[in-house]
């Protein structure tokens, strides 16, 4: 055996390449996958890697990442549940979780009865001949006391199943305890770096979430842009949310928001705020009468989706709300706006103003969708039908402006 193959070189050897990957930033991926692979370079007869990890996320409660040799690795999303499924409960890293027990270890070859864990009774029927898991905690709190159950634990669970003639040896054993700090704090930095990207994406928008974390934080720090900026509400919801219950209500909301966001990321715009039963965007695509005519695009494509999610509605006895559009293009502040302790990355100026003006025309004129004169002259020429429906002086600007709204025969 020459020094390098020795069970203390091969240790540090995969701690050295976990704690780089670490300070490079890897995604859990491409740690993972590279973490397996060099557990196999370096003698260990691997045949398949598991970990599960509790997910900050408003969609999925959890991810595992399954690596099989030969076959690389995938990763799994999970759902939230009020009940955990019985594949779940009845696997080993439910138990190290939920009874107090630092690993599982059991040989799965030269043994008749079979185990009580039915995902080992299914490795071993495709070869398996050992398997070994155990956890790295995060964040451990200072006190004792029970687990709540429904409260995420911070850490990872992790297995590792063999298919050599004799499984894991001592040496591959203690390799792997030796460098399952290390693979936890890289895992850890991973996941915070996730978590972050994904919170910033979702409470911030795509545009917004990755400005902030790409450093655009200082208060007063403005980018001046043009851009097409888009408000839609919801018609009588205020008199919907006094008549139906909190969850009806919330569910409807829900309902039609998503299809509004979807409507706008689909077409490249950005999601500015949620503002009570309606939302701003913006559309800075590229010039402005790139932006005009995605922010129209968008607006079509909303008739349509509002006009099947209605639809949908109705044939399951739910309550149906119609909305307003009011579109309008200029000149914005766009960046970090509020106090040192509490900032909003959003967008200020005169066009953010008018297009609220444009808003409030809407009972007035009896049309649905609204589209200032700048946003019609620059997106020429476009797909839609615009109709003018005439000049007005709206409050707190100078000029009259025209509106036009958008022909459509099925509307």
């Not at 491409?30 to 599960?52: I, K, Q, S, T």
């Not at 008749?112 to 398996?128: M, V």
């Not at 008199?239 to 490249?268: F, K, R, T, W």
């Not at 590229?286 to 005009?292: Q, R, T, V, Y």
């Amino acid at each position: 055996m020459t020094v390098t193959d020795t069970p203390a070189a091969k240790s540090h050897d995969l701690i050295d390449w976990l704690v780089t990957k670490g300070l490079d930033g890897a995604n859990k991926e491409e740690l993972l996958d590279g973490y397996c692979n060099r557990l196999v370079d370096l003698g260990v007869p691997l045949m398949r890697f598991h970990a599960a990890q509790s997910a900050l996320h408003p969609v999925y409660g959890g991810t595992g990442y399954s690596w099989y040799h030969g076959q690389g690795g995938e990763i799994e999303k999970f759902e939230y549940s009020d009940q955990p499924s019985e594949m779940w409960t009845q696997s080993p890293l439910y138990a190290i979780l939920n009874d107090d027990i630092d690993y599982i270890h059991e040989r799965l070859v030269d043994q008749n009865e079979a185990s009580k864990y039915p995902l080992l009774n299914d490795l071993r029927q495709h070869g398996a001949t050992d398997y070994y898991a155990t956890g790295v905690k995060f964040d451990v709190p200072a006190h004792s006391g029970p687990r709540d159950a429904k409260k995420p634990v911070g850490g990872v669970l992790m297995s590792w199943t063999s298919n050599g003639p004799e499984g894991f040896r001592d040496e591959d054993l203690e390799l792997i305890n030796t460098a399952m700090p290390h693979l936890g704090l890289a895992l850890k930095s991973a996941s915070n770096a996730r978590v972050s990207r994904d919170l910033m994406r979702v409470y911030l928008g795509r545009d917004a979430g990755q400005r902030v974390l790409s450093g655009e934080i200082r208060r007063g720090s403005l980018q001046q842009i043009d851009a097409v900026i888009w408000n839609f509400d919801l018609e009588g919801f205020t008199s919907l949310s006094e008549e139906l219950p909190g969850i009806e209500i919330i569910d409807m909301l829900n309902d039609y928001l998503a299809a509004a966001v979807d409507v706008v990321h689909q077409c490249d715009g950005s999601i500015l705020k949620f503002m009570g039963d309606g939302l701003m965007a913006m559309f800075d695509v590229g010039e402005i009468d790139a932006d005009a005519r995605a922010a129209l695009g968008a607006a079509s494509m909303l008739q349509d989706r509002m006009a099947e999610l209605n639809a949908q509605r109705r044939s399951r006895g739910q309550p149906v709300s119609n909305y307003t559009l009011a579109l309008h293009a200029g000149e914005i502040l766009y960046g970090n706006i509020g106090a040192e302790s509490r900032l909003d990355f959003t967008i200020i100026g005169p066009a953010v103003n008018q297009t609220s003006r444009i808003s409030g025309m809407h009972r007035s004129l009896g049309q649905r969708i609204l589209i200032s004169d700048d946003v019609a002259r620059a997106a020429q020429p476009c797909e839609q039908e615009l109709i003018s429906v005439g000049r007005y002086m709206l409050r707190g600007v100078a000029e009259p402006k025209e509106l036009f709204t958008v022909y459509s025969p099925a509307q």
